[in-house]
């Protein structure tokens, strides 16, 4: 199994940032894509960025130029930098990682998720 713990959740002022980490851990495997996903209530769950493992990244519109994601595949985690929040932001944000294990193979594993609210 591969365990995803989120971080750096919060409550923050519009305009305000807040950082989010994720971590990957477990045994026998390694990270291909990894990514940030966010539900806000009574909305579906979207994609918000993704990053390769060679370090290729994707932004939805909505956060484009505000939200920078990074990864250390030395640790296994992946980070959400996001600047000039809005109040439209305020979700509950999971990470993911495509992870291969020996017999499973690849599989997509979610993380908890950790509160994101913006106060206008």
């Known amino acids: 199994q591969v365990q995803l713990a989120e971080s750096g959740g919060g409550l923050v002022q519009a305009g305000g940032s807040l950082r989010l980490s994720c971590a990957a851990s477990g045994r026998a495997f390694s990270i291909n894509a990894m990514g940030w996903y966010r539900q806000a209530p009574g909305k579906q769950r979207e994609m918000v960025s993704t990053i390769t493992k060679g370090g290729t990244t994707n932004y939805s519109d909505s956060v484009k130029g505000r939200f920078t994601i990074s990864r250390d595949n030395a640790k296994n985690t992946v980070y959400l930098q996001m600047n000039s929040l809005k109040p439209d932001d305020t979700a509950v944000y999971y990470c993911?990682?495509?992870?291969?294990?020996?017999?499973?193979?690849?599989?997509?594993?979610w993380g908890q998720g950790t509160q994101v609210t913006v106060s206008s």
């Open positions: 993911n990682a495509d992870a291969e294990r020996p017999v499973v193979g690849v599989r997509r594993y």
